[in-house]
């Protein structure tokens, strides 16, 4: 009987807690910007555009992002993914300035060193995200990510990606009947 009580009592205190923290909204950092990027004022290493990619060649997120729907990280392509299209003479920019990043990839694989990108897209670090649970609930990248299909180099999170922030999350939570139980998200 105390053990029902008490379960019954934390999963009210859940439930509240839940609908309390709807709203809330982290502080952000000593600048007042939110956590999202430590290096994110600087240019990304290779201009890479998401639009000529996912859009106008209609390469699906995970052909790059090849472990989200089996790791909770979504993963940064090898070098070999890219040079599978990218080769010398096999496909390459209509501009000067694309042929430009071409070769920088080029570069990077020649030499056997990953492109240092910068992290745009980043929750805090007591938040785990676990990209093969939303993946297998049906959650499309752009429901967080944005239309990252129509955008071109990604330098900072895209603003219709919300902010990654709890109330958003738990409301997409509550709106697909998703587990609001405060272990599943936090460390």
């Known amino acids: 009987m105390k053990r029902l009580w008490l379960a019954t009592l934390v999963g009210a205190l859940t439930v509240l807690l839940a609908v309390v923290l709807i ?4 502080a952000p950092d000593g600048d007042g910007s939110p956590d999202v990027a430590d290096a994110q004022a600087q240019s990304q290493p290779i201009q890479f555009p998401h639009d000529i990619h996912a859009g106008q060649f209609t390469i699906p997120c995970q052909y790059c992002h090849f472990s989200a729907e089996r790791s909770v990280d979504a ?14 003479g096999i496909v390459g920019g209509r501009t000067d300035e694309a042929q430009a990043e071409i070769a920088k990839v080029r570069e990077y694989y020649a030499s056997g060193t990953a492109i240092p990108w910068k992290r745009i897209y980043k929750v805090r670090d007591h938040v785990k995200f676990p990209h093969m649970r939303h993946i297998a609930a049906g959650v499309t990248c752009q429901t967080c990510h944005g ?11 895209a603003p219709e990606a919300e902010d990654l922030r709890m109330g958003w999350c738990v409301s997409c939570h509550i709106e697909r009947g998703a587990s609001r139980d405060c272990t599943v998200c936090h460390y």
Do not use: W
């Open 23 to 26: 709203g809330f909204r982290q």
């Open 75 to 88: 993963g940064i392509p090898p070098m070999a993914t890219c040079m599978g299209c990218h080769q010398e």
């Open 147 to 157: 239309q990252v299909q129509e955008m071109g180099v990604l330098e900072e999170m």
